[in-house]
């Protein structure tokens, strides 16, 4: 997600790369296209990784933006991965739950918080890293971002601390009754959502990498029936468009009418550039 938040811009999570996998060859692809070429996009003032897994942080990705001067907030020990990949120490920050980083003159920071995940990239790292939930706040609006997780309580206390919200993203996608205690999915998310006070929902993870034996519109479906009946304020804006939370409405089921036959042609690595030295995006 790209977030503007007065007058700030905070990327999430950014995954341009055509496969969630260790693998330029086989693991999920993306079947969705970028909506926007790195190059193309407006100056970000902060990146905020959330963990460690390849659909949330993704090496040709950050190999690009290694060569600009965005500082990158995220969980830690993830700082190792980024550091390895070009990113400059600097750029760097770890944040332990309930730690937050405060971007340098400038009234906008980024708070780590409690999700329930796992983390790792290969056989013999898991849980070597920590995952989060990150919590974006300026002078005047605070939104919530899940990163991936299951259902728990300290929802409650994220909101008692952190809140209240103007913009919540959940994680909706990726989801099987069996991995109830790492993912949400679409019922799940409904629940967070009421824990943290039913703010605006956009959810999230659903819509690039067939990630589970569903398919990936179904968490769409699901939530356009069940959000009404929990009068939860749904936001479902197509990739690429502009949403405003305060003024959203009208939601339509574009997924319906997608062209997802990106899934059978070969892997576009189109959206992922090589950023020359000479450019770095703005911090100030």
């Given at each position: ?229 929990m009068n939860a304020p749904l936001m479902m804006p197509r990739l690429g468009d502009p949403v405003e939370p305060s003024r959203a409405e009208g939601l339509v089921p574009w997924w ?29």
């Amino acid at each position: 997600m790209l977030i503007e938040i007065d007058g700030f811009r905070v990327l999430t999570d950014p995954v341009w790369g055509p496969r969630a996998s260790p693998s330029g060859l086989i693991g999920p692809k993306r079947f969705q296209p970028v909506p926007v070429s790195l190059r193309e996009m407006p100056p970000v003032d902060v990146i905020v990784i959330s963990h460690d897994h390849y659909d949330h942080l993704d090496y040709p990705t950050i190999r690009a933006l290694a060569k600009t001067d965005i500082p990158i907030v995220t969980s830690l020990g993830v700082g190792a991965h980024l550091e390895y990949w070009g990113v400059r120490p600097e750029r760097i920050i770890e944040l332990d739950w309930w730690e937050s980083y405060r971007l340098p003159g400038a009234g906008l920071s980024v708070t780590a918080a409690p999700s329930q995940h796992f983390s790792g990239r290969g056989l013999k790292d898991r849980n070597a890293t920590l995952w989060s939930s990150m919590v974006i706040r300026s002078v005047h609006h605070t939104v919530f971002f899940s990163g991936d997780t299951g259902l728990t309580t300290e929802y409650a206390t994220i909101l008692e601390r952190l809140g209240p919200f103007d913009l919540v993203m959940l994680e909706v996608g990726a989801f099987h009754p069996a991995w109830g205690d790492i993912h949400l999915g679409p019922d799940n998310a409904l629940k967070a959502l009421a824990l943290l006070g039913n703010a605006p929902f956009l959810p999230i993870h659903w819509g690039t990498f067939a990630l589970a034996m569903h398919p990936w519109d179904q968490p769409a479906e699901h939530l356009l029936q069940a959000a009404p009946r929990m009068n939860a304020p749904l936001m479902m804006p197509r990739l690429g468009d502009p949403v405003e939370p305060s003024r959203a409405e009208g939601l339509v089921p574009w997924w319906r009418a997608a062209d997802t036959s990106a899934q059978d042609r070969p892997a576009d690595t189109s959206g992922v550039v090589e950023l020359p030295p000479a450019v770095a995006w703005p911090v100030d």
